[in-house]
């Protein structure tokens, strides 16, 4: 099948894309690294009247650190979060689950505003920004404002962004010495959309007990989600072997994956709790 023919608009400001998109009443859409967009306009699962392409808006540029936040434009490509040395030292779980995202054609044109734009239920980066706590830089009908992880993953595939709002940047809590984090996911085959996959940050005193911790699954429900009763129950704990069979436990009752044809609920818990157990044995062990 082919896409539906379309006009194309090169924007090169915030302003001029918001423009273009609104112009065409509702029948726009914004383009970054093309990489999820493209195949849904050839299977006409969408089909605008105008893409407007957002690749040459300066403000969506480069990484920078800003006091301890560091802000990620939206036109970060994928592969950056491994070359990116701000990004390694900064944000080191995104560099983490970089090389889990697809395949290397396919990051290095993807793009990290993108990615968190679609918030597929099933990609890596937009459940770390839950991890990591960060902010997501939007520009819309009132100017830009800051909206927290917390609160920008609504639905399936719904988040705060209105139409025509445009990601701008991620703005992410620099790591400190007493951070740990890992991530991983589980996968029939590298590469693929993971069937579990979970990231986790936190900070940790002296003696090893948790300050306080961040664990956001995906793959596991409508969006990306932390699992609070856990993050709850390792407060102020040392991440023994105990503590971490406690904490598999609650699992069930945070997590509801719906029906699937491939992969039963009760399968995808059962891999959510062998995941969690890994992670928390991977910050445990760091130092
Ligand atoms: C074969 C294949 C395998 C893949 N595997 C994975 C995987 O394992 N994990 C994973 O996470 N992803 C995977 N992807 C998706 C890939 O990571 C995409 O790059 C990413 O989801 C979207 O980024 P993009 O820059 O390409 O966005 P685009 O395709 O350009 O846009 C995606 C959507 O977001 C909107 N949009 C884009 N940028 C903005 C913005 N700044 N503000 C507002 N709206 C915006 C667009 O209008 C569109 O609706 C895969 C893709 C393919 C084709």
Redesign the pocket.
Known sequence: MKARAFSYVRADSLAAARAAFLAASGDA???????????ALALRLQAPEILVD?GQVAD?RGVTLEGDMLRIG?LTR?AQMLTEPLIARHAPLLAQAAP????PA?RN???L???V??A?P????PAMMLAMNAQMEIYGASGTRLVPADDYFQDLYQTA?EPG???VALHVPSVGPRHRWAFDELTRRR???AMVGAGIQGTFAEDGRVNEIRIAFFSVAATPVRVKSVEAALAGQVIDAARIAHVQGLIEAELDPAEDEHLPPAMRLHLARVLLGRLLQTVSSAT
Do not use: C, K, N
């Open positions: 859409s914004y383009i970054s690294g093309g990489q999820s967009l493209v195949p957002l969506m939206g994928h889990y995202v697809a395949h396919i044109r993807g793009t505003g993108g990615s734009a679609l597929d099933a990609s890596e980066f962004l709002d445009i990601l590469g693929d959309y």
